[in-house]
């Protein structure tokens, strides 16, 4: 008899239904129990149902994007029903205005996708104050500048596409193509490199070891 008590109860919250698969499946090799869901209304089910047998949610992995939900509306239901739970929030538009929207509404920590089992277990049990990607305070870049006004255009309209295309003025394709176009990891580091170039550019003393040819180049 498995004792729920001592099993990690965790939800998953993914409309994409091979990624949810295989994530759910990535977290139960690790020991935890995932109830998966695939939009909001089948996650405030799922929070009901868990909520009625008194299996408490240790964690919740809520993707930004639900097609036309927003996975940040689920964060305050599921703080309401399970107050320790802890909330990370998955999303494909990495940025600074999406990670102050999260850990406003509540959530834990943030990852943007792809996100493996380790990456969001560590997330979980990581401190709050601490961020799994480093963002720059500012955008030093044009492409950062728009990246980081479209975040904010899409946070301002609850993470409708088309709604947000039409207050940038731009077709709901055109912005589905630039957010495809996501800055990388590599680009917040180089990005933040530019910012602190005294942190990589950092001087190599030269070997003085006697009998030890000195390399020019």
């Known amino acids: 008899m498995n004792d729920v008590s001592l099993t990690r109860q965790l939800l998953l919250v993914e409309d994409d239904d091979l990624l949810a698969e ?21 996650a405030l089910q799922l929070i009901a149902q868990l909520t ?8 919740a992995i809520l993707d930004q994007n639900l097609g036309n939900d927003n996975g940040l509306d689920l964060i305050e239901p599921i703080r309401q029903h399970f107050p320790l ?17 999260a850990t406003h509404r509540g959530a834990h920590n943030y990852l943007t996708k792809p996100a493996g089992a380790n990456d969001i277990l560590q997330a979980l049990d990581a401190d709050p104050a601490s961020q799994t ?20 255009t899409l946070d301002a309209h609850g993470g409708n596409i088309s709604r947000a295309a039409d207050a ?20 917040y580091l180089r990005d933040s490199q530019r910012e602190n170039p005294q942190e990589t550019h950092t001087t190599t003393q030269p070997d003085n070891t006697p009998g030890k040819p000195t390399s020019r180049g």
């Open 22 to 42: 295989q994530t759910a499946r990535a977290l139960s090799r690790h020991g935890a129990q995932v109830h998966v869901a695939h939009d909001r209304e089948q």
């Open 52 to 59: 009625a047998q008194d299996i408490p949610l240790d964690g």
């Open 168 to 187: 940038l003025g731009i077709h709901r394709r055109t912005l589905q193509r630039r957010l495809k176009k996501r800055p990388s990891a590599s680009d």
């Open 133 to 152: 990607l480093p963002l720059p305070d500012s955008p030093p870049s044009l492409q950062r500048l728009e990246w980081e006004h479209i975040q904010r």
């Open 85 to 101: 739970c802890r909330v990370i929030l998955l999303t494909g538009y990495g940025s600074i205005a999406a990670a102050v929207a």
